[in-house]
């Protein structure tokens, strides 16, 4: 009887001895590289509507036909033309990609040695990225070997055996048999009702036998029972960390796979789109994890050499040169304000406590404190408008709008003098030790008022009542027919006959009563009327600043109707081609726009027109040789055609 446990027992201490072999292997020797970049393609940014010609025929920028084959260089040096080039498996630790849209796309490949796979594991794998020095995780690989996620799965399995054990129903904890025995020889009257579906209340089941329902069942329940029960609700997470010692995660996870047959390596190619940033150069990607049993962690994967993206950007051909704009500078400046000063009825003094003169007083004097007190202008007159509202008799209302400007003219005449008086001891005379005078404050020129009215303000009038949401569409037409009475008092006298009339006098009237101020200025030390002069386009420069920002939708709408370089740029970074063609071929032919012509040639599938361009781009400036790897609709066609070996 006791071979069968021998035996198990030795088939576990031969796997166990197994797995401790192949882990001190691995110890003894490190894992190989679990983190490369896939096999080179033809990039997947490149969507060609034509197939490729093996040979082009391209010019130059001096008019000779050049011929470009696909090539390779043979054993003896020489290059060959050729059909196919087989792409060798990549072993480099880097790779240019190229930005688009402001994201970059980084592919790379995990790959997992056989000798690294086995039934009983699980591999957990955590690539991150590494940008700036600092580590952000990426999405975690898990791969279980096949008896490893069955062991997983019967310790579900055995958990949800313990949980149906756990009962739910209270009727399971009575001693039932016993509990009809009782009731039998003790309520023979109440053991007859066992079969009858009626309702016996508690309390008269009481009052009929001297105990309740309750105490009995009670009394014949399986405590032991119960509390074993109890224990089983309460050891539930507890049982659940014995029973799945690998539980199976959900979150977080780009892969999660079951290796059944490990014959060879195993390749997961992993795609990772980061959002760029301004002066985002390169990314990095790190991976190490773990190789875990179901009971514990059995080796920690080192970290090995990260990968390293370097990052290209068309936001690099941004001519960051400053531009500026022609600006005509005038020597005579002007500013206005409109106020609302209230009059008493027939007067024209101006009363500073009346209605809501205070505020708009206040406010005037402070416009005109700062424009006395601007070091670029010097105030030369004031023109003050008064007009009225239409009621009353257009002559009493044109007498009535001209004492009114002339009265706040005065008024503000006399505030000016105060204030310049209050400069002037306070702050406009430089004394010395002595009495002497050390330098007196310049003279002040004085400032003209001029007084104007307008009796009655009918132009305002018409822009209140278009924008009065109390008045309907009939009563606007009905002023409207009154306003082409060319008789002011006769309007008037038509307007106050209709029923709309105290509302206009309640509430539009009272609104046309104003003072405009008009300041007249000119520019300190300025003698010429105009002078022309050129100040920074600040527009502009901020759409540059954009595209060094990678904010390429911006930067477009900013630039576009300058139609430059600069908004070729951005327009070809979001792939409006179309738009970036027609601008770059209004442009003057420099380095930059023959390479920019490239690369819309070839997203268009038009290598002859690519590669001249290109060439033609590397002529002007030979740094363009080492651009064109960088941006993979250029390194498509160098590769393609062997471009660059001599």
């Given at each position: 009887?006791?071979?069968?446990?021998?035996?198990?027992?030795?088939?576990?201490?031969?796997?166990?001895?197994?797995?401790?072999?192949?882990?001190?292997?691995?110890?003894?020797?490190?894992?190989?590289?679990?983190?490369?970049?896939?096999?080179?393609?033809?990039?997947?940014?490149?969507?060609?509507?034509?197939?490729?010609?093996?040979?082009?025929?391209?010019?130059?920028?001096?008019?000779?036909?050049?011929?470009?084959?696909?090539?390779?260089?043979?054993?003896?040096?020489?290059?060959?033309?050729?059909?196919?080039?087989?792409?060798?498996?990549?072993?480099?630790?880097?790779?240019?990609?190229?930005?688009?849209?402001?994201?970059v796309d980084l592919r790379f490949q995990v790959i997992v040695p056989a000798?690294?796979?086995?039934?009983?594991?699980?591999?957990?794998?955590?690539?991150?990225?590494?940008?700036?020095?600092?580590?952000?995780?990426?999405?975690?690989?898990?791969?279980?070997?096949?008896?490893?996620?069955?062991?997983?799965?019967?310790?579900?399995?055995?958990?949800?055996?313990?949980?149906?054990?756990?009962?739910?129903?209270?009727?399971?904890?009575?001693?039932?048999?016993?509990?009809?025995?009782?009731?039998?020889?003790?309520?023979?009257?109440?053991?007859?009702?066992?079969?009858?579906?009626?309702?016996?209340?508690?309390?008269?089941?009481?009052?009929?036998?001297?105990?309740?329902?309750?105490?009995?069942?009670?009394?014949?329940?399986?405590?032991?029972?119960?509390?074993?029960?109890?224990?089983?609700?309460?050891?539930?997470?507890?049982?659940?960390?014995?029973?799945?010692?690998?539980?199976?995660?959900?979150?977080?996870?780009?892969?999660?796979?079951?290796?059944?047959?490990?014959?060879?390596?195993?390749?997961?190619?992993?795609?990772?789109?980061?959002?760029?940033?301004?002066?985002?150069?390169?990314?990095?990607?790190?991976?190490?994890?773990?190789?875990?049993?179901?009971?514990?962690?059995?080796?920690?994967?080192?970290?090995?050499?990260?990968?390293?993206?370097?990052?290209?950007?068309?936001?690099?051909?941004?001519?960051?040169?400053?531009?500026?704009?022609?600006?005509?500078?005038?020597?005579?400046?002007?500013?206005?304000?409109?106020?609302?000063?209230?009059?008493?009825?027939?007067?024209?003094?101006?009363?500073?406590?009346?209605?809501?003169?205070?505020?708009?007083?206040?406010?005037?004097?402070?416009?005109?404190?700062?424009?006395?007190?601007?070091?670029?202008?010097?105030?030369?007159?004031?023109?003050?408008?008064?007009?009225?509202?239409?009621?009353?008799?257009?002559?009493?209302?044109?007498?009535?709008?001209?004492?009114?400007?002339?009265?706040?003219?005065?008024?503000?005449?006399?505030?000016?003098?105060?204030?310049?008086?209050?400069?002037?001891?306070?702050?406009?005379?430089?004394?010395?030790?002595?009495?002497?005078?050390?330098?007196?404050?310049?003279?002040?020129?004085?400032?003209?008022?001029?007084?104007?009215?307008?009796?009655?303000?009918?132009?305002?009038?018409?822009?209140?009542?278009?924008?009065?949401?109390?008045?309907?569409?009939?009563?606007?037409?009905?002023?409207?027919?009154?306003?082409?009475?060319?008789?002011?008092?006769?309007?008037?006298?038509?307007?106050?006959?209709?029923?709309?009339?105290?509302?206009?006098?309640?509430?539009?009237?009272?609104?046309?009563?104003?003072?405009r101020f008009d300041f007249f200025l000119h520019r300190k030390g300025m003698?010429?009327?105009?002078?022309?002069?050129?100040?920074?386009?600040?527009?502009?420069?901020?759409?540059?600043?954009?595209?060094?920002?990678?904010?390429?939708?911006?930067?477009?709408?900013?630039?576009?109707?300058?139609?430059?370089?600069?908004?070729?740029?951005?327009?070809?970074?979001?792939?409006?081609?179309?738009?970036?063609?027609?601008?770059?071929?209004?442009?003057?032919?420099?380095d930059k726009v023959e390479y920019m012509f490239a690369i819309l040639y070839?997203?268009?599938?038009?290598?002859?027109?690519?590669?001249?361009?290109?060439?033609?781009?590397?002529?002007?400036?030979?740094?363009?040789?080492?651009?064109?790897?960088?941006?993979?609709?250029?390194?498509?066609?160098?590769?393609?055609?062997?471009?660059?070996?001599?």
């Amino acid at each position: 009887m006791k071979r069968p446990f021998l035996l198990l027992a030795l088939v576990l201490a031969v796997a166990s001895c197994g797995t401790q072999k192949r882990i001190r292997a691995l110890r003894s020797e490190p894992v190989g590289t679990l983190l490369t970049l896939p096999q080179e393609e033809t990039p997947q940014e490149l969507s060609l509507d034509t197939p490729r010609r093996d040979t082009l025929v391209v010019h130059d920028d001096e008019g000779r036909e050049l011929l470009i084959m696909r090539a390779t260089r043979d054993e003896d040096g020489e290059m060959v033309a050729t059909d196919v080039i087989d792409a060798a498996y990549v072993t480099a630790r880097f790779r240019n990609v190229a930005e688009r849209h402001g994201k970059v796309d980084l592919r790379f490949q995990v790959i997992v040695p056989a000798r690294m796979q086995d039934s009983r594991w699980q591999l957990r794998l955590r690539p991150e990225m590494i940008l700036a020095g600092e580590r952000t995780p990426l999405d975690s690989i898990i791969i279980s070997g096949s008896a490893y996620r069955k062991a997983q799965l019967r310790g579900y399995e055995q958990y949800e055996r313990f949980l149906r054990s756990i009962m739910r129903d209270s009727s399971l904890f009575l001693r039932e048999r016993e509990l009809e025995i009782f009731l039998e020889r003790n309520l023979p009257q109440l053991y007859r009702l066992k079969g009858d579906t009626s309702r016996v209340s508690d309390a008269e089941f009481a009052s009929l036998y001297g105990v309740t329902e309750q105490d009995a069942v009670l009394h014949y329940t399986n405590r032991a029972r119960v509390r074993a029960n109890l224990r089983k609700l309460e050891s539930r997470e507890r049982m659940f960390a014995r029973y799945v010692k690998a539980p199976l995660v959900t979150e977080g996870l780009r892969l999660d796979t079951v290796i059944t047959s490990p014959d060879g390596d195993f390749i997961y190619e992993y795609l990772q789109t980061v959002n760029t940033q301004p002066q985002m150069k390169s990314v990095e990607i790190s991976l190490q994890g773990d190789i875990w049993s179901q009971e514990a962690r059995l080796y920690r994967i080192p970290e090995g050499e990260p990968l390293t993206f370097y990052i290209s950007s068309l936001s690099a051909f941004a001519d960051e040169r400053l531009r500026y704009m022609t600006r005509i500078v005038e020597r005579q400046v002007r500013s206005d304000a409109v106020c609302r000063i209230d009059f008493k009825v027939a007067s024209a003094e101006v009363d500073a406590g009346f209605g809501g003169n205070g505020g708009e007083i206040a406010r005037i004097k402070r416009h005109l404190a700062a424009l006395l007190d601007n070091e670029e202008f010097d105030m030369d007159s004031i023109t003050v408008t008064a007009s009225c509202s239409p009621e009353g008799e257009y002559g009493y209302n044109t007498r009535l709008s001209r004492g009114r400007s002339e009265s706040v003219s005065r008024y503000f005449q006399r505030y000016i003098a105060s204030y310049r008086d209050s400069l002037r001891l306070y702050g406009g005379m430089a004394l010395g030790l002595g009495t002497e005078d050390r330098g007196a404050a310049a003279p002040l020129q004085d400032i003209h008022f001029i007084s104007r009215s307008e009796p009655e303000n009918w132009t305002m009038f018409r822009s209140l009542v278009a924008q009065d949401p109390a008045l309907s569409e009939a009563d606007r037409e009905d002023i409207a027919r009154w306003m082409r009475e060319e008789n002011p008092d006769r309007r008037e006298a038509g307007l106050r006959s209709r029923a709309y009339y105290p509302h206009l006098l309640a509430e539009v009237y009272p609104r046309l009563r104003t003072v405009r101020f008009d300041f007249f200025l000119h520019r300190k030390g300025m003698v010429k009327d105009t002078v022309h002069t050129t100040v920074l386009d600040t527009a502009y420069m901020r759409g540059v600043r954009s595209i060094l920002d990678r904010d390429y939708r911006t930067a477009a709408a900013i630039l576009r109707p300058y139609g430059d370089f600069n908004a070729a740029v951005a327009l070809c970074a979001l792939d409006y081609n179309a738009s970036a063609m027609d601008i770059l071929q209004r442009l003057e032919r420099s380095d930059k726009v023959e390479y920019m012509f490239a690369i819309l040639y070839s997203r268009l599938g038009k290598d002859a027109e690519a590669v001249e361009h290109y060439l033609n781009s590397c002529r002007l400036n030979p740094a363009f040789v080492h651009r064109g790897n960088l941006d993979p609709e250029i390194s498509a066609l160098i590769k393609a055609y062997g471009l660059n070996k001599e």
